[in-house]
């Protein structure tokens, strides 16, 4: 990147480097850009685009660099145009419910039902870094379900029996 920073400095040029992601979660999406950090500090600027599901038409472009504040847009594809659609600005603090939803989804393969504890332990082998209790996961659920089952398929129960208290996800059709 040093050398081609060298040459966009020498010839007063914008260069355009396209580079791909890694497919682990991050929730910062500059730590998904797959190589070393290096790569974003020696750069002035960064677009990354999310999408949630990779067959999906929805996406988030988070836009970094040095000069100014950062932005983050909700994006729409739409197929007839070949077109990415702006949708609206995503405010700070709006993605953890996002987030969970796309643990849940990488986590989900057909069902799964157990405790909040066993739930946390399994998504957290997927994303450590993702603030997950046990106490308040079903709140974090309950918060989320409507976006589970519109935009991921995946139906949320919870059942409370002697024993303890369930929390059942499924895949259902959108």
């Not at 050398?3 to 355009?16: N, Q």
């Not at 730590?31 to 790569?39: A, F, H, K, Y």
């Not at 999310?50 to 038409?57: A, I, Q, V």
């Not at 995946?154 to 259902?172: C, M, S």
């Amino acid at each position: 990147m040093n050398k081609l920073r060298e040459i966009t400095d020498r010839h007063r040029l914008t260069l355009l480097v396209v580079h791909h992601t890694r497919k682990m979660y991050d929730p910062d999406p500059l730590n998904t850009v797959s190589g070393s950090t290096g790569l974003i500090g020696s750069v002035d600027g960064a677009f990354v685009l999310s999408k949630d599901k990779r067959t999906g038409n929805k996406a988030k472009l988070t836009i970094s660099n040095r000069d100014t504040e950062g932005f983050c847009f909700e994006l729409r594809f739409e197929p007839d145009s070949f077109r990415w659609e702006f949708i609206g600005n995503v405010t700070e603090g709006e993605g953890d419910e996002d987030a969970l939803c796309f643990l849940l989804n990488e986590f989900l393969q057909e069902e799964w039902s157990g405790t909040a504890t066993e739930l946390c332990d399994e998504l957290k082998k997927r994303d450590s870094s993702f603030p997950l209790i046990p106490s308040t996961i079903g709140k974090q659920l309950n918060a989320s379900s409507g976006l589970l089952k519109k935009d991921y398929g995946i139906a949320f129960e919870r059942d409370r029996n002697k024993q303890a208290k369930r929390i059942f996800l499924r895949r259902v059709e959108q």
